[in-house]
Each structure stands twice: as C-alpha cells, then as structure tokens.
C-alpha cells in the first residue's frame, strides 16, 4: 500500500454507504406492507414513501457510485487470500448494481403503469394489477436478491470484526 492509498473511506462515502443501507433495510418491510395491503387511502400512503424513498435511494446510489470513482477508496488488506478479494469485489458491485436497478425497475412501474397518477390524484381505484407489470415483477426479482447480498455484505462484516479481528469495519466508519 503506497502513502497515497488511504487506510479508510471518505466522510462523504461513509454517510452514503450507511444511509443507503438504512434506507434499503427499512424499505424491506415497508415494500412488504405495501405490498399486504389492500387498495385503500393506507395503501395509498404507504406507496408514496415507498417511491419517496425509493427515489433518494437511487438519487444517493448514483452519488455513492459517482464517488466511487472520483475519491481514493483503501486497498483490500494485503492479507486477503486471492478469492477474497474476489469474492468481495464482486459483492460490492452486485450489491451497488441491483440496488439501482431494483429502484429503476420500481420508478418504471410506479410511473409507466398508473400508479403514479394514483398518488397525484389521492384515489386508489382502481389499482393496477402488480401480478401484470413485467417492471415490478422485475423489481421483486431483484429486492430477494438485495436481502440474500445485505446479508451476505453484514455476515461478510461480522467475520472481519469478530473472528478475523482485522479492523475492516473502520474503513467504513466514522473515526480516523
């Protein structure tokens, strides 16, 4: 690791990473009320800070991807076996790449198949069939997909703190 190389991420990076993973979590049970709900003014509300949300996470995603390649970021640790790096590399762009492409599938359906003029005209009837909206079958695909990578990115984590005892998490925080 050269002098140049940073041993931790930005401030800027660090309040990304963390408030997307707070708000990807919190829309898990959110988009799964959602979608329990029978259409009604609940329903209704819950669909606008379900794309609300949806919406700064792309727009704070696409910002956290921006940075990505315009602020130094710290080298794998030099310790890390080959399929580590790998395996981590790999991780982190799936995770980065399926978050925004479940949030572009999202506004797809929630613009292009009636939901939107729902929430601008506060009716809920009548609501459009979620089985026959090829973009929020996609959309679904793609959040199993953002749980089994966050759990698999927090598991991956947890290893590094409590097992390894390598520090990795302080590349991701907050302290110098």
């Known amino acids: 690791m050269t002098n140049s190389t940073p041993k931790t991420y930005t401030r800027s990076v660090v309040i990304l990473h963390w408030l997307i993973a707070l708000l990807v979590i919190a829309m898990i049970p959110l988009g799964k009320n959602l979608a329990a709900l029978d259409p009604g003014p609940d329903k209704l509300m819950l669909m606008r800070i379900h794309a609300s949300v949806g919406i700064?996470?792309?727009?704070?995603?696409?910002?956290?991807?921006?940075?990505?390649?315009?602020?130094?970021?710290?080298?794998?640790?030099?310790?890390?076996?080959?399929?580590?790096?790998?395996?981590?590399?790999?991780?982190?762009?799936?995770?980065?790449?399926?978050?925004?492409?479940?949030?572009?599938?999202?506004?797809?359906?929630?613009?292009?198949?009636?939901?939107?003029?729902?929430?601008?005209?506060?009716?809920?009837?009548?609501?459009?069939?979620?089985?026959?909206?090829?973009?929020?079958?996609?959309h679904h695909f793609l959040v199993t997909a953002i749980i089994a990578l966050v759990i698999l990115h927090a598991a991956a984590a947890c290893y590094h703190q409590f097992i390894r005892k390598d520090g990795l998490l302080k590349r991701m925080w907050f302290s110098r």
Do not use: C, K
Request: aromatic share 14%; hydrophobic share 50%; net charge positive.
């Open 56 to 138: 700064a996470i792309l727009i704070f995603s696409l910002a956290r991807l921006y940075l990505h390649f315009r602020r130094p970021r710290p080298a794998p640790g030099a310790e890390w076996a080959t399929w580590t790096r790998i395996s981590s590399t790999a991780a982190h762009w799936a995770l980065m790449a399926i978050t925004l492409l479940a949030t572009i599938s999202g506004l797809g359906a929630f613009t292009g198949y009636g939901y939107l003029q729902l929430v601008q005209t506060s009716q809920w009837q009548p609501w459009p069939d979620g089985a026959a909206i090829p973009p929020l079958n996609v």
